[in-house]
C-alpha cells in the first residue's frame, strides 16, 4: 500500500488544508462532505469539507489514515510529507502537538471583546447602531469554538450534526448568525492581532461581511479556542427577534 501513497497524496494536496497555512480559508464557507471515501476500494470513514464544489481534507486525517509520515515545519515553514515513514502525532524536531486547552475563554476576554468592538466600529463607518455585547451570546460563542477546536470540525454545523442555533435554548423568536474564522499564528502571541486579522479576513468574505452589518441585528458575542495543534478558532453570533433564553447548551466534546 505505502507504493500507492505518493500517488494518492498528490493527487489530494492541491485540495488539502494544510495546518501550516490555513489563513487562506479562514473566511470561506464550508460545509461537510457526504461523498464516499475509499482506500484501495474498501470504505474509511474521514473528515472531509466542500468548499466550491471540492473537497477538502486535513493532511493528518489522510497521513493517519495511509500510515504516512506528516508533519508541520514550523521553522522553514514547510508542509513534509514522508511516504517511507509510518504516521506519528509528533512532528520532527519538534514538540508534540498541544492537548486541547479546554475553555480559554477567560485568557481570551479581551480579545473576545475586541472582536465585539471592531465590529461595531465597522458598523458605525457604515452608518449602523452599535450591537449589544450580550453575556448569553458571548457564553454561546464560546461553546460554540470550543466544540470547532476540540473536534478540529470547521463547520456552521454542531459537531453533533445539528444546527448552530441548538447552542442557545430559548423561549420567543430568535434568529441568529454566526460567523466562523481560523487562524494560525506560527506561534506568535494573539495579543493585538488575532481580532484584527479576523474581522479583516470576515470583511473580505461577502457572507461574513453581510452578517456583520445585517440591519436587524442588535445583539452579538464572540468565543475564542484553539485546537491541538495551536490554531485559533473564532466565533461570533448575532440575533434579533423577541426572545428570552433560557439557557445555554454544553459543548459537544469528542
Known amino acids: 500500500m505505502k507504493r500507492k501513497c505518493g500517488q494518492f ?36 470513514a474521514v473528515e472531509a469539507y466542500v468548499i466550491n464544489g471540492s473537497n477538502y481534507f486535513q493532511l493528518r486525517d489522510l497521513g493517519r489514515l495511509l500510515d504516512v509520515g506528516v508533519a508541520w515545519n514550523n521553522a522553514t515553514r514547510t508542509v513534509e510529507i514522508s511516504t517511507g515513514e509510518g504516521y506519528t502525532e509528533e ?5 508534540a ?12 476576554y479581551d480579545i473576545r471583546v475586541e472582536i465585539v468592538n471592531m465590529t461595531n466600529a465597522l458598523r458605525r463607518q457604515n ?8 453575556d448569553d451570546l458571548m457564553a454561546a460563542a464560546q461553546v460554540r469554538a470550543e466544540e470547532v477546536a476540540a473536534n478540529i470540525c470547521y463547520s456552521h454545523d454542531r459537531p453533533d450534526g445539528s ?7 430559548h423561549i420567543g423568536k ?30 473580505q468574505s461577502a457572507g461574513h461581511y ?22 485559533y478558532y473564532m466565533i461570533q453570533i448575532f440575533a434579533y427577534g423577541d426572545y428570552t433564553i433560557t439557557g445555554i447548551d454544553s459543548p459537544i466534546l469528542p
Open 163 to 169: 444546527d448552530n442555533d441548538t447552542v442557545i435554548q
Open 91 to 95: 512532528e520532527p524536531g519538534q514538540t
Open 174 to 203: 430568535l434568529l441568529m448568525g454566526e460567523n466562523l474564522g481560523m487562524k494560525d499564528l506560527g506561534g506568535q502571541s494573539p495579543q493585538g492581532i488575532l481580532a484584527q486579522r479576523q474581522v479583516e479576513s470576515w470583511s
Open 210 to 231: 453581510k452578517n456583520m452589518l445585517k440591519e436587524n441585528y442588535h445583539s452579538t458575542g464572540a468565543g475564542i479556542a484553539q485546537d491541538r495543534y495551536g490554531k
Open 97 to 108: 502537538p498541544k492537548p486541547s486547552t479546554g475553555n480559554v475563554g477567560e485568557d481570551f
Open 127 to 134: 452608518g449602523l447602531p452599535a450591537l449589544t455585547m450580550d
Open 9 to 44: 497524496l498528490a493527487g489530494l494536496l492541491c485540495g488539502a488544508v494544510i495546518f501550516g497555512g490555513v489563513n487562506a480559508y479562514a473566511a470561506v464557507l464550508a460545509e461537510r462532505s457526504s461523498h464516499k471515501v475509499t482506500v484501495d476500494g474498501v470504505p474509511v
